[in-house]
């Protein structure tokens, strides 16, 4: 996180002190400082994106407070002052302010460049704290990220269809800031109308038996007989299923299926990537894939909840196991099944799609199981799946190598070197090989979960 908190510090650092010298290469006949408040509008609704999927509002323990002789409108305050010095909000200054420095040295008004950075300061808190307030109604969804997408949708609708000129208006209110201080007092009203509605959410939400009422909800009893034909691992398939569509995270999760599905509808209507064929392996494994990348890295921590009891038991791990090799390898039959209709595009891109079906049974599937053997960061079941990195660690990233570069690196290498035939053989092999030896990878696999199966307990028992 260090490093990528460095990265986009670097990143904004260059864009702020070259962007004046870009803004005069691309438009040489406009003022930069225009041109620069035209894309404002992109840079809000960028911004309040990022910050839905990636920011949090701090957390910490009020009932210990709750119970001593302080206000709660001075604990929500402190809460609600504490998100301001988010990282989320100090990153667009490394930008803004060399800018704003370029402005001035290049000869602008040094009262109105001063105005108008003070404006965009303000903006960014009101993003922050408009943030927060679209959270709290994503809270009530279960499809949690829908709010963000259908505000930022209706935005760029409005200003891609001119029924509304977003990036006119917003630029033009910006300049007018900068030409006339006094207007600065809009986006502060803005600001404490938005810092408001939070504090009342907050304040409303902060009592001592606020969390004692006891939940009710109705026990949806869905038929699993068929999960019998599965002999000795059944059991673990139907606890699989039930914990997948009974809590928030892995429901949302499976419900983002259609994401898998409608993949490769981002890049196959376009001609360009028809012809890129080492792209097709990429889609087809992701595509087919989806449930088992999402569903599979995730593995032994989607029981982390009750990993000491289900190790307690007399059960085998490699029927544990098996139960998810399963469940995935379903998950790909069924995708690949429902991505048949792709062959619109062509039939290569169909042939394609079977041979990564066949690598990510044969091949990932053992990866992703190897991989979840480091797993030592427990999941909260009841957050939200979209963009949530709680319980991701290093293993999540560095599994990607092998799950998506390997096998597109060597469709690739090999489509140059002997044709798109040879590559899609080669996938194939590689998956039958997977499959043949499936009960000695699984040996191997099963040894490597028991050997750390004491730290994951330990690691699965940490509140952190």
Not at 99 to 115: H, N, P, R
Not at 365 to 382: A, C, E, P, Q, Y
Not at 445 to 451: P, S
Request: charged share 15%; glycine share 6%.
């Amino acid at each position: 996180m260090v490093f990528f908190a460095l990265y986009f510090v670097a990143m904004f650092l260059g864009l702020g002190f070259g962007l004046l010298f870009i803004l005069k290469e691309m438009y040489p006949e406009q003022d930069p400082f225009v041109v620069a408040n035209g894309f404002l509008f992109y840079w809000i609704i960028g911004d309040l994106l990022m910050r839905f999927f990636l920011q949090k509002l701090p957390v910490m323990s009020v009932k210990p407070l709750l119970t001593l002789p302080i206000k709660r409108s001075t604990v929500v305050n402190y809460v609600l002052g504490k998100s301001a010095l988010s990282f989320f909000n100090f990153l667009p200054l490394f930008a803004i302010i060399p800018f704003s420095i370029m402005l001035i040295g290049d000869g602008y008004a040094v009262s109105e460049i001063i105005t108008w950075l003070f404006a965009l300061i303000i903006t960014v808190l009101i993003i922050n704290f408009l943030n927060f307030i679209i959270e709290a109604f994503s809270a009530e969804s279960e499809l949690s990220f829908l709010p963000i997408i259908v505000v930022v949708s209706v935005l760029f609708g409005l200003n891609y269809f001119e029924i509304v000129p977003m990036t006119s208006l917003i630029g033009s209110g910006f300049l007018a800031i900068a030409h006339h201080p006094m207007l600065i007092l809009i986006p502060i009203a803005i600001l404490a109308l938005c810092y408001g509605f939070n504090f009342k959410t907050l304040r409303k939400k902060l009592y001592l038996d606020s969390s004692l009422k006891a939940k009710v909800t109705e026990v949806n009893a869905s038929d699993l007989s068929w999960t019998e034909r599965f002999g000795d691992i059944a059991p673990f398939m139907k606890l699989d299923l039930k914990l997948i569509w009974r809590n928030k995270r892995t429901k949302s999760m499976a419900m983002l299926l259609l994401v898998g599905v409608l993949y490769g509808l981002f890049f196959y209507p376009q001609p360009m990537y028809r012809e890129m064929t080492f792209m097709s392996a990429f889609i087809g494994i992701f595509s087919t894939g989806f449930f088992l990348i999402n569903f599979g890295q995730f593995i032994p921590a989607w029981d982390s909840g009750y990993y000491k009891l289900l190790m307690s038991q007399n059960i085998k791990y490699e029927q544990y196991l098996r139960s998810k090799f399963i469940l995935m390898v379903i998950s790909v039959v069924l995708l690949f099944v429902l991505g048949i209709p792709y062959v619109y595009f062509g039939y290569k891109i169909l042939i394609a799609h079977f041979a990564a079906a066949i690598y990510n049974i044969g091949v990932n599937t053992h990866v992703i199981l190897w991989g979840g053997s480091f797993n030592r960061k427990k999941i909260d079941l009841d957050k939200k799946a979209a963009f949530n990195y709680q319980g991701t660690g290093a293993v999540q990233w560095l599994i990607g190598i092998p799950l998506m570069l390997v096998p597109m690196a060597l469709f690739g290498l090999v489509n140059w070197l002997a044709g798109f035939s040879a590559a899609i053989a080669l996938l194939i092999v590689l998956g039958v090989l997977g499959i043949v030896f499936h009960k000695k990878l699984m040996k191997g696999i099963t040894k490597k979960y028991l050997d750390s199966k004491y730290k994951m307990i330990d690691a699965f028992s940490q509140d952190n």
